[in-house]
Protein backbone atom coordinates (compact mmCIF):
# COMPACT_ATOMS: atom_id res chain seq x y z
CA UNK A 1 0.00 0.00 0.00
CA UNK A 2 1.02 3.43 -0.55
CA UNK A 3 -0.33 6.63 0.79
CA UNK A 4 1.32 10.24 -0.16
CA UNK A 5 1.81 13.41 1.81
CA UNK A 6 2.55 16.54 1.19
CA UNK A 7 5.18 18.10 2.47
CA UNK A 8 5.37 22.18 3.54
CA UNK A 9 8.46 23.93 3.95
CA UNK A 10 10.73 26.84 4.96
CA UNK A 11 12.97 27.95 1.81
CA UNK A 12 15.75 29.63 3.15
CA UNK A 13 18.38 27.13 1.94
CA UNK A 14 17.91 24.13 0.59
CA UNK A 15 13.85 23.93 -0.38
CA UNK A 16 12.09 25.21 -3.25
CA UNK A 17 8.29 24.68 -1.97
CA UNK A 18 6.00 22.20 -1.67
CA UNK A 19 6.89 18.64 -1.84
CA UNK A 20 4.78 15.31 -1.96
CA UNK A 21 6.22 11.92 -0.54
CA UNK A 22 5.30 8.38 -0.72
CA UNK A 23 5.01 5.99 2.47
CA UNK A 24 5.30 1.97 1.04
CA UNK A 25 3.41 0.29 4.48
CA UNK A 26 4.25 -2.73 2.94
CA UNK A 27 8.30 -2.01 3.12
CA UNK A 28 7.98 0.33 6.20
CA UNK A 29 9.80 2.97 3.89
CA UNK A 30 9.69 6.31 3.31
CA UNK A 31 10.07 7.10 -0.39
CA UNK A 32 9.75 9.27 -3.76
CA UNK A 33 10.01 12.64 -2.16
CA UNK A 34 9.39 15.07 -5.36
CA UNK A 35 8.97 19.26 -5.96
CA UNK A 36 5.19 19.73 -6.78
CA UNK A 37 5.20 23.41 -6.72
CA UNK A 38 7.14 26.20 -6.07
CA UNK A 39 6.31 29.11 -3.19
CA UNK A 40 8.35 31.01 -0.65
CA UNK A 41 7.73 29.27 2.90
CA UNK A 42 4.80 27.32 2.01
CA UNK A 43 5.49 26.12 5.60
CA UNK A 44 1.29 24.98 6.33
CA UNK A 45 -0.32 23.58 3.67
CA UNK A 46 -4.10 22.13 3.33
CA UNK A 47 -5.65 20.19 0.29
CA UNK A 48 -9.48 20.85 -0.42
CA UNK A 49 -11.83 17.88 -1.57
CA UNK A 50 -11.51 19.02 -5.03
CA UNK A 51 -7.97 18.42 -4.98
CA UNK A 52 -6.32 21.77 -5.02
CA UNK A 53 -3.77 23.22 -2.64
CA UNK A 54 -4.28 25.75 -0.20
CA UNK A 55 -0.69 27.10 1.47
CA UNK A 56 0.77 29.96 3.00
CA UNK A 57 2.78 32.21 0.71
CA UNK A 58 5.67 35.01 0.86
CA UNK A 59 6.96 37.31 -1.80
CA UNK A 60 10.38 38.71 -1.72
CA UNK A 61 11.23 41.87 -3.77
CA UNK A 62 13.63 43.89 -4.84
CA UNK A 63 15.97 41.54 -4.64
CA UNK A 64 14.67 39.83 -1.57
CA UNK A 65 16.48 42.00 0.93
CA UNK A 66 15.63 41.10 4.94
CA UNK A 67 12.48 43.30 5.30
CA UNK A 68 11.05 43.94 2.45
CA UNK A 69 9.00 40.96 2.13
CA UNK A 70 5.22 40.56 1.63
CA UNK A 71 3.18 37.50 2.58
CA UNK A 72 -0.30 36.07 1.85
CA UNK A 73 -1.78 33.01 0.80
CA UNK A 74 -1.18 30.86 -2.95
CA UNK A 75 -3.91 28.91 -4.38
CA UNK A 76 -3.12 26.07 -6.44
CA UNK A 77 -4.61 23.54 -8.64
CA UNK A 78 -3.06 19.95 -7.76
CA UNK A 79 -5.46 17.65 -10.85
CA UNK A 80 -1.95 18.60 -12.34
CA UNK A 81 1.14 17.51 -11.25
CA UNK A 82 3.02 19.96 -11.02
CA UNK A 83 0.43 21.78 -9.13
CA UNK A 84 -0.73 24.76 -11.09
CA UNK A 85 -1.51 28.43 -9.61
CA UNK A 86 -4.58 29.52 -9.29
CA UNK A 87 -4.36 32.70 -7.99
CA UNK A 88 -2.44 34.55 -4.70
CA UNK A 89 -3.60 37.33 -1.87
CA UNK A 90 -0.22 38.92 -1.10
CA UNK A 91 -0.77 41.79 1.35
CA UNK A 92 0.29 41.23 4.71
CA UNK A 93 4.04 41.63 6.32
CA UNK A 94 4.82 38.50 5.98
CA UNK A 95 3.26 34.72 5.58
CA UNK A 96 1.15 33.19 7.65
CA UNK A 97 1.74 30.70 10.57
CA UNK A 98 -1.34 28.69 9.91
CA UNK A 99 -4.11 27.83 6.86
CA UNK A 100 -6.72 25.40 7.24
CA UNK A 101 -10.02 24.45 4.75
CA UNK A 102 -13.68 24.61 5.61
CA UNK A 103 -15.45 22.24 3.30
CA UNK A 104 -19.07 23.16 4.84
CA UNK A 105 -18.68 26.46 4.26
CA UNK A 106 -16.23 26.97 1.75
CA UNK A 107 -14.12 29.19 3.52
CA UNK A 108 -9.86 29.21 4.04
CA UNK A 109 -8.75 30.31 7.15
CA UNK A 110 -5.49 31.98 8.30
CA UNK A 111 -3.22 33.23 11.46
CA UNK A 112 -0.60 35.32 10.89
CA UNK A 113 1.88 34.89 14.37
CA UNK A 114 3.29 38.15 13.23
CA UNK A 115 0.86 40.68 12.42
CA UNK A 116 -1.73 39.44 14.74
CA UNK A 117 -4.57 38.61 12.21
CA UNK A 118 -6.83 35.93 11.70
CA UNK A 119 -8.20 36.16 8.35
CA UNK A 120 -11.24 34.68 6.10
CA UNK A 121 -11.04 33.94 2.20
CA UNK A 122 -13.90 32.38 0.27
CA UNK A 123 -13.15 29.38 -1.91
CA UNK A 124 -14.48 30.35 -5.49
CA UNK A 125 -16.12 28.04 -7.97
CA UNK A 126 -13.09 27.99 -9.77
CA UNK A 127 -11.04 27.47 -6.52
CA UNK A 128 -9.92 30.93 -6.30
CA UNK A 129 -9.33 32.68 -3.43
CA UNK A 130 -11.34 36.00 -2.14
CA UNK A 131 -10.32 38.03 0.96
CA UNK A 132 -13.66 38.36 3.18
CA UNK A 133 -12.66 39.10 6.41
CA UNK A 134 -10.39 39.66 9.66
CA UNK A 135 -10.10 39.93 13.48
CA UNK A 136 -6.78 41.49 14.40
CA UNK A 137 -5.50 40.78 18.13
CA UNK A 138 -3.96 43.49 19.78
CA UNK A 139 -1.76 43.43 22.75
CA UNK A 140 0.00 40.95 24.72
CA UNK A 141 -0.37 39.36 28.28
CA UNK A 142 2.81 37.00 28.81
CA UNK A 143 5.58 37.77 30.58
CA UNK A 144 8.01 35.74 28.00
CA UNK A 145 10.19 38.10 25.71
CA UNK A 146 8.53 36.41 22.66
CA UNK A 147 4.84 37.79 23.99
CA UNK A 148 6.10 41.06 24.85
CA UNK A 149 6.11 42.59 21.06
CA UNK A 150 2.37 41.65 20.93
CA UNK A 151 -0.50 39.24 20.01
CA UNK A 152 0.76 36.17 18.26
CA UNK A 153 -2.08 33.82 17.04
CA UNK A 154 -0.44 30.53 15.70
CA UNK A 155 -3.61 27.99 14.95
CA UNK A 156 -6.64 28.81 13.39
CA UNK A 157 -9.22 25.76 12.55
CA UNK A 158 -12.45 24.44 13.40
CA UNK A 159 -14.03 23.02 16.34
CA UNK A 160 -16.12 19.99 16.35
CA UNK A 161 -19.34 22.13 16.33
CA UNK A 162 -18.05 24.74 13.71
CA UNK A 163 -16.73 27.34 15.22
CA UNK A 164 -13.43 28.85 14.53
CA UNK A 165 -10.61 28.44 17.83
CA UNK A 166 -7.77 30.38 17.61
CA UNK A 167 -4.91 29.76 19.75
CA UNK A 168 -2.97 32.97 20.60
CA UNK A 169 0.87 31.98 21.77
CA UNK A 170 1.22 36.27 22.50
CA UNK A 171 -1.85 36.47 24.48
CA UNK A 172 -1.89 33.23 26.40
CA UNK A 173 -5.17 32.75 25.03
CA UNK A 174 -7.70 30.37 23.23
CA UNK A 175 -10.52 31.90 21.44
CA UNK A 176 -13.65 31.07 20.03
CA UNK A 177 -15.48 32.65 17.40
CA UNK A 178 -19.09 32.22 15.73
CA UNK A 179 -18.78 32.45 12.01
CA UNK A 180 -21.33 33.78 9.78
CA UNK A 181 -22.51 33.22 6.32
CA UNK A 182 -20.76 35.39 4.54
CA UNK A 183 -17.54 35.02 6.86
CA UNK A 184 -18.09 37.51 9.67
CA UNK A 185 -15.91 36.24 12.75
CA UNK A 186 -17.46 37.51 16.36
CA UNK A 187 -16.03 36.05 19.40
CA UNK A 188 -18.20 34.15 21.37
CA UNK A 189 -15.06 33.78 24.58
CA UNK A 190 -11.91 33.14 25.44
CA UNK A 191 -9.54 31.25 27.86
CA UNK A 192 -6.69 32.89 29.62
CA UNK A 193 -4.44 30.22 30.23
CA UNK A 194 -1.29 30.93 33.09
CA UNK A 195 1.34 33.43 32.32
CA UNK A 196 3.97 31.99 29.80
CA UNK A 197 2.16 29.56 28.86
CA UNK A 198 2.23 30.16 24.99
CA UNK A 199 0.06 28.10 23.64
CA UNK A 200 0.43 26.90 19.95
CA UNK A 201 -1.46 24.12 18.78
CA UNK A 202 -5.09 22.28 19.69
CA UNK A 203 -6.87 19.23 18.94
CA UNK A 204 -10.04 18.26 20.37
CA UNK A 205 -12.37 14.66 21.10
CA UNK A 206 -15.66 15.20 20.54
CA UNK A 207 -16.70 12.25 22.32
CA UNK A 208 -15.09 13.02 25.77
CA UNK A 209 -15.94 17.30 25.06
CA UNK A 210 -12.11 17.57 25.70
CA UNK A 211 -9.09 19.66 24.09
CA UNK A 212 -5.60 19.09 24.39
CA UNK A 213 -3.33 22.28 24.42
CA UNK A 214 0.31 22.67 23.45
CA UNK A 215 2.04 25.26 25.18
CA UNK A 216 5.34 26.10 22.97
CA UNK A 217 6.61 28.32 25.85
CA UNK A 218 6.15 26.66 28.81
CA UNK A 219 6.86 22.89 27.40
CA UNK A 220 3.26 21.91 28.40
CA UNK A 221 0.00 20.39 27.46
CA UNK A 222 -3.45 20.74 28.84
CA UNK A 223 -6.71 19.39 29.00
CA UNK A 224 -9.20 21.20 28.73
CA UNK A 225 -13.02 20.88 28.63
CA UNK A 226 -14.61 22.17 26.30
CA UNK A 227 -18.71 23.09 26.36
CA UNK A 228 -20.01 23.63 23.08
CA UNK A 229 -23.54 24.94 24.56
CA UNK A 230 -21.99 27.78 26.04
CA UNK A 231 -18.92 28.26 23.76
CA UNK A 232 -16.27 28.15 26.54
CA UNK A 233 -13.06 26.48 27.66
CA UNK A 234 -11.93 25.40 31.04
CA UNK A 235 -8.48 24.44 32.52
CA UNK A 236 -8.52 20.87 34.10
CA UNK A 237 -5.13 19.45 34.40
CA UNK A 238 -1.81 20.59 32.90
CA UNK A 239 1.36 18.64 32.16
CA UNK A 240 5.40 18.56 31.21
CA UNK A 241 5.52 17.31 27.67
CA UNK A 242 9.63 17.01 28.74
CA UNK A 243 11.70 15.13 31.39
CA UNK A 244 12.08 16.92 34.38
CA UNK A 245 16.27 16.93 34.30
CA UNK A 246 15.63 18.66 31.24
CA UNK A 247 16.94 22.19 31.34
CA UNK A 248 17.82 23.23 27.75
CA UNK A 249 15.85 25.02 25.59
CA UNK A 250 12.69 23.55 24.35
CA UNK A 251 9.68 24.34 22.05
CA UNK A 252 6.64 22.00 21.94
CA UNK A 253 5.63 22.22 18.89
CA UNK A 254 3.16 19.76 16.70
CA UNK A 255 -0.23 17.99 18.80
CA UNK A 256 -2.12 15.14 17.49
CA UNK A 257 -4.63 12.58 19.30
CA UNK A 258 -5.58 9.09 17.77
CA UNK A 259 -8.90 9.01 16.38
CA UNK A 260 -10.07 6.74 18.90
CA UNK A 261 -9.28 9.01 21.63
CA UNK A 262 -6.63 6.99 23.97
CA UNK A 263 -3.70 9.01 22.86
CA UNK A 264 -1.96 12.63 22.55
CA UNK A 265 1.40 12.92 21.10
CA UNK A 266 3.71 15.57 21.14
CA UNK A 267 6.44 16.90 19.59
CA UNK A 268 9.36 18.62 21.49
CA UNK A 269 11.95 21.01 19.78
CA UNK A 270 15.11 21.29 21.54
CA UNK A 271 14.32 18.00 23.58
CA UNK A 272 13.75 16.63 20.15
CA UNK A 273 11.57 13.66 20.76
CA UNK A 274 7.79 12.58 20.50
CA UNK A 275 5.93 12.63 24.49
CA UNK A 276 3.40 10.21 23.98
CA UNK A 277 0.21 10.62 26.31
CA UNK A 278 -2.63 8.14 27.20
CA UNK A 279 -5.80 9.35 28.05
CA UNK A 280 -8.14 8.83 30.66
CA UNK A 281 -12.29 8.62 30.30
CA UNK A 282 -13.07 12.11 31.25
CA UNK A 283 -9.25 13.23 29.50
CA UNK A 284 -6.91 13.33 32.10
CA UNK A 285 -3.53 12.81 30.61
CA UNK A 286 -0.85 10.46 31.54
CA UNK A 287 2.61 9.90 30.42
CA UNK A 288 3.72 6.77 28.60
CA UNK A 289 6.92 7.66 26.72
CA UNK A 290 9.34 9.60 25.06
CA UNK A 291 11.06 8.31 21.73
CA UNK A 292 13.57 10.52 19.95
CA UNK A 293 12.63 12.24 17.03
CA UNK A 294 16.22 11.18 15.37
CA UNK A 295 17.00 14.66 14.01
CA UNK A 296 16.51 18.37 15.24
CA UNK A 297 14.34 20.55 15.81
CA UNK A 298 10.85 18.70 14.87
CA UNK A 299 7.86 20.85 14.25
CA UNK A 300 5.50 18.88 13.11
CA UNK A 301 4.57 15.02 12.41
CA UNK A 302 1.11 12.97 11.03
CA UNK A 303 -0.60 9.78 11.67
CA UNK A 304 -0.60 7.56 8.18
CA UNK A 305 -2.17 3.91 7.07
CA UNK A 306 -4.75 4.20 9.29
CA UNK A 307 -2.79 5.36 12.18
CA UNK A 308 -0.56 2.12 12.03
CA UNK A 309 2.43 5.15 11.48
CA UNK A 310 3.93 8.48 12.33
CA UNK A 311 5.92 10.55 10.32
CA UNK A 312 7.98 13.32 11.90
CA UNK A 313 9.71 16.42 10.12
CA UNK A 314 13.01 17.77 11.55
CA UNK A 315 13.83 20.53 10.17
CA UNK A 316 17.12 21.88 10.94
CA UNK A 317 18.49 17.99 10.16
CA UNK A 318 16.26 18.54 6.85
CA UNK A 319 15.18 14.82 7.51
CA UNK A 320 11.89 12.86 8.03
CA UNK A 321 11.64 9.85 10.67
CA UNK A 322 9.34 6.88 10.33
CA UNK A 323 7.37 5.22 13.33
CA UNK A 324 5.67 2.26 13.69
CA UNK A 325 2.79 3.14 16.35
CA UNK A 326 1.29 0.05 18.40
CA UNK A 327 -2.53 1.07 18.33
CA UNK A 328 -3.14 -1.05 21.42
CA UNK A 329 -0.16 0.62 23.49
CA UNK A 330 -0.13 4.03 21.57
CA UNK A 331 3.90 3.82 21.71
CA UNK A 332 6.05 3.89 19.34
CA UNK A 333 9.53 2.70 17.27
CA UNK A 334 11.53 3.71 14.72
CA UNK A 335 11.55 2.40 11.16
CA UNK A 336 13.16 4.36 9.33
CA UNK A 337 16.22 7.50 9.83
CA UNK A 338 16.95 10.13 7.92
CA UNK A 339 14.67 10.24 4.51
CA UNK A 340 15.84 13.36 3.15
CA UNK A 341 13.52 16.17 3.33
CA UNK A 342 14.60 19.73 3.19
CA UNK A 343 13.39 22.24 5.78
CA UNK A 344 10.70 20.52 6.59
CA UNK A 345 7.24 21.91 8.53
CA UNK A 346 4.09 20.68 7.93
CA UNK A 347 3.19 16.95 6.61
CA UNK A 348 -0.19 16.61 5.47
CA UNK A 349 -2.05 13.29 4.47
CA UNK A 350 -3.69 13.40 0.63
CA UNK A 351 -6.42 11.23 1.57
Known sequence: MSEKFLIGTYTHSKSEGIYELELNSESKKLENLKLVAKAGNPTYVALSKKNRIYSVDKVFNAGGQKGNVKGGVLALDFNAKPAKPINSIIKENTNPAYITVDEKRQFVYTANYHTGQVRVYQIENNG???????????????????????AHPHFADLTPDGRLVVVDLGQDRVYLYDISDNGQLSEVSHLQMPAGYGPRHIVFDAKKHVAYLAGELSSNVASLKYDASNGQFSIQQIVKTIPKEWESHNGAAAIRLSADGKFVYVSNRGNNSLAVFETSSDGHLKLIQYVSTDGDFPRDFNFADHEKFIITLNQNTNNATLYERNQSTGKLTIVQRDFYVPEGVCVYPED
Not at 131 to 141: A, I, K, N, R
Open 128 to 150: SLKYLDEVVHQGSVGPRPEQQDG
